[in-house]
């Protein structure tokens, strides 16, 4: 753990330090591991470095990102004993967090105050999405284990008479009103199919997004409150999928 002169807490994406953590598993990682093997697994390399401190700060590769003990400890560990060994490293690495509050019964607003004083300062509501991502993994919360976003490539088809006749969209049930006072800041409705033809964002890494946007009312009228907590919210969204990158911001980037 860092000093409680300055502590530092990684802010990776979490479905891209559990996309690395599963495929470990497989066995389908190179040792050492690197920006480009991330990349090869369909990590972004904007995020690369990132995961890779994600993954020394739990103690998985050492600082030349060679394979370490708690690594093989999850790479080996049954399918039943995998979230308990998850769970223990989560536990050294994140030691100050769990001194303060119990993932299972804290609140969004505990959970952010947990993670005051950890450097980047701008960056604690990743470091909260982190590790509410890898506490559901090992059980530790509630919700089950999040599932990993990964970018599909484009492929190009040659020749004529190949390409496949265009599908009608699946028609989806209206998803139920998103209430910014029961949901946590700290989670987002998952993916949702719906009708439309053309999305306001097209990637649907920004997913997080279009579900909001979503929430809007249809009857242009909100509280004061309930317009707070909408746009509290997508600050919280955009925070977690926009990387910032000037100077002053990185000051304390723990990827440096």
Aim: net charge neutral.
């Amino acid at each position: 753990m860092a000093t409680a002169i300055e502590r530092i807490a990684p802010y990776a994406p979490g479905p891209n330090v559990l996309a690395v953590i599963r495929k470990s598993r497989e066995g389908r990682l190179a040792d050492p591991l690197t920006v480009p093997e991330l990349a090869r697994i369909g990590i972004p390399e904007s995020n690369g470095p990132r995961t890779i401190q994600a993954l020394k700060f739990l103690g998985l590769i050492d600082e030349d990102g060679h394979r370490s003990r708690n690594y093989e400890r999850i790479r080996v560990a049954s399918t039943q004993d995998y979230p308990g060994v998850l769970a223990d490293i989560l536990r050294a690495a994140y030691e100050d967090v769990f001194a303060v509050i119990d993932p299972a019964k804290a609140t969004d607003i505990e959970l952010h105050d947990a993670f005051r004083g950890f450097k980047p300062d701008s960056q604690t509501n990743r470091m909260v999405l982190l590790f509410t991502s890898l506490c559901k993994e090992a059980g530790l919360m509630a919700g089950g284990p999040p599932e990993t976003r990964t970018r599909a490539r484009k492929s190009s088809h040659s020749g004529k008479g190949n390409h496949a006749a265009p599908t009608r969209p699946v028609q989806s049930p209206p998803p139920p009103p998103y209430d910014p006072v029961a949901q946590p800041l700290s989670t987002f409705p998952p993916p949702l199919t719906m009708p439309y033809s053309t999305p306001v964002i097209s990637d649907e890494y920004y997913e997080p997004l279009h579900a909001l946007l979503r929430q809007l009312p249809d009857s242009h009228k909100w509280t004061t409150k309930r317009q707070r907590q909408w746009l509290n919210a997508v600050t919280g969204a955009v925070q977690w999928l926009v990387e910032v990158t000037d100077d002053e911001e990185n000051r304390y980037d723990i990827t440096e």
